[in-house]
């Protein structure tokens, strides 16, 4: 097996919450594999497990060879992140954000700087480099961010919807940097989006995350045959339905209210 | 560079560019030597104590660097409630490095703090002993920012938000401060009190400091010296391994 990821009956709860139920699933070096899922779905928590950042309830993960349980440092220096949420710090520059991830991530002193300047300008920022960060704008902040994940060249790059709130010029560009990175150097990417257009066109692979379970895996040309659609976005509908997800959620409030408003008429 | 040297910039660099917190910093510890020093002062020189501001201002100085490295300790759950934490937290580097770089950081900015306040102090009449053991006397300030710098860290490391945060403040670090001998002599007090003020670590920082500026202390320095080393070695490894343990 030359799988680089390999995450076997995995599962994660949250009180008695289960967020992430029972997957498994392999992703090959050097792939292109899309993670999609409705809101809630348990997508980023599966992703902070495979990165350090949660411990699992139940399961095994090893990336690169390495058990995120047992070899935690081995394994965080096979990947980089982008995460979902804010991850910068507000009080530095664009520079001193991308200078600390550089040593962090020990890339060579030599090579720091003029990396640091090709992806700022990559993500049309370096005239901004010396601005502290908290006077960007929300895409700005979001390109930094793309642009410091891809100052080391991992193993396995980790982008949870990197594309969110970025224009379609940046998402172009972004996908081509990336797809050429991953050829160029057999850099695995495993990726989260809610643009199916995207992961139809820059997927391998991809795999549908439905309340915690795996739900299909496959091409997108194997999925829209399974669901006997004509686009990865019908088959997505087909597989995960059509209900908005945080209906249940409202749903169970309104139960809660009712229940309370009979208890409250009782008295 | 490396990785602890660049934490330590961060926080260096962060605490320079809050001018707020620097100003708003140094308000309170000028009120309590103006406060205590001048209110006090004719109280505890009638009672033989001598110049009551010569032995507070080293007090106000260990106040001054107590709170401000535990609170850059405590910054942490501003990091991961920004989101900036995660970005640490995936790093390949040992959690002790990380640790390490961002208490030395802490413990710098509570250092020039210190160094600003011992300044303020000579304005309002305080004048060092000797010039010889001011060195010693900068030692001191800074063990006392790492140690409550990594106090700060491994609180914030058990805490989810500022909610907590008034709590610790309430029965902590006032508690601390109050009970180290800052604003009184340690001699002839009751029984229960000067237990409770030798188990305070802050109290061998605050004699460590008046032994080193005014040349009067109430244990030898080396005692001082050595219980502040062994209690922020020991602060620096719990907070190390609570932090080893944060999830985000
Ligand atoms: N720390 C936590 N404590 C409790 N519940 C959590 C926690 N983190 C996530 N959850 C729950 O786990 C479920 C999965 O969340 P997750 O963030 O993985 O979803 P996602 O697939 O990334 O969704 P989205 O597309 O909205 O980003 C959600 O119902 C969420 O409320
Ligand atoms: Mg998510």
Redesign the interface.
């Known amino acids: 097996m030359d799988n680089i990821i390999e995450v076997t009956g995995l599962t994660k709860r949250f009180g008695d919450f289960v967020a992430v139920d029972n997957i498994s699933f392999g992703v090959k070096k050097g792939e292109i594999f899309a993670f999609l899922g409705p809101n809630g779905a348990g997508k980023s928590t599966t992703i902070?497990i495979l990165?350090?950042?949660?411990?699992p309830t139940q399961g095994k993960v090893i990336v690169n060879g390495f058990d995120v349980l047992k070899d935690k440092?081995n394994a965080?220096?096979s990947?980089g992140?982008v995460?979902q949420?804010?991850?910068?710090?507000?009080?530095?520059t664009a520079y001193?954000n991308m200078?600390?991830?550089a040593?962090?991530?020990?890339v060579p002193?030599g090579e720091i700087a003029q990396r640091i300047k090709d992806l700022l300008n990559f993500v049309e920022l370096f005239d901004r480099k010396d601005s502290?960060v908290k006077t960007f704008s929300g895409g700005m902040k979001r390109r930094l961010e793309i642009a410091r994940g891809l100052l080391h060249h991992p193993k396995i790059l980790f982008l949870d919807e990197p594309t969110l709130g970025l224009d379609p010029q940046t998402r172009n560009h972004m996908w081509q940097y990336v797809q050429n990175l991953s050829k160029k150097e057999e850099m695995t990417v495993f990726f989260t989006t809610h643009y199916m257009e995207e992961a139809e066109k820059i997927a391998q692979r991809i795999a549908i995350i439905d309340k915690g379970k795996i739900i299909a895996i496959g091409t997108s040309e194997e999925l829209k045959k399974q669901t006997a659609t004509n686009s990865l976005e019908e088959a997505f509908l087909k597989l995960t339905g059509s209900a908005i997800r945080d209906e249940e959620a409202s749903n169970i409030d309104k139960m809660r209210q009712h229940r309370q408003a009979r208890r409250g008429g009782g008295r | 560079?490396?990785?602890i040297y660049?934490?330590w910039l961060?926080q260096v660099?962060?605490y320079f560019?809050?001018r707020s917190r620097v100003i708003g910093s140094l308000a309170q510890p000028l009120l309590f030597l103006l406060a205590f020093g001048f209110g006090f002062g004719s109280v505890y020189s009638k009672a033989g104590g001598g110049n009551y501001i010569q032995f507070l201002a080293p007090g106000i100085i260990a106040m001054s660097v107590l709170f401000t490295s535990i609170f850059t300790g405590i910054e942490i759950i501003w990091?991961r409630q920004?989101?900036?934490l995660?970005?640490?937290?995936?790093?390949?580097?040992?959690r002790f490095e990380i640790m390490l770089g961002r208490t030395l950081g802490g413990a710098t900015v509570g250092a020039i703090q210190g160094v600003i306040v011992l300044l303020l102090t000579l304005i309002v009449g305080f004048r060092p002993a000797s010039i010889f053991l001011l060195p010693f006397g900068f030692l001191f300030i800074f063990l006392i920012g790492v140690l409550f710098t990594s106090l700060g860290t491994a609180i914030a490391s058990k805490l989810e938000d500022m909610q907590g945060f008034q709590l610790i403040m309430n029965f902590l670090i006032m508690p601390i401060f109050f009970l180290s001998g800052a604003l009184f002599p340690l001699k002839g007090l009751p029984q229960i009190m000067e237990i409770i003020t030798k188990i305070d670590p802050l109290t061998y920082g605050v004699d460590g400091l008046r032994g080193t500026l005014i040349g009067v202390s109430n244990f030898s320095l080396s005692l001082d010296f050595t219980v502040l080393a062994i209690v922020t070695s020991a602060f620096l490894l719990l907070g190390s391994y609570l932090f080893s343990k944060i999830?985000?």
């Open positions: 902070k990165t350090t950042l949660l411990l440092d965080r220096k990947f992140i995460f949420d804010p991850s910068l710090d507000d009080d530095l001193e200078q600390l991830h040593v962090l991530y020990s002193s502290l | 560079m490396n990785v660049i934490l961060r660099k962060k560019r809050s990091d920004f989101g900036f995660k970005e640490t937290l995936v790093a390949p580097v040992s999830q985000v």
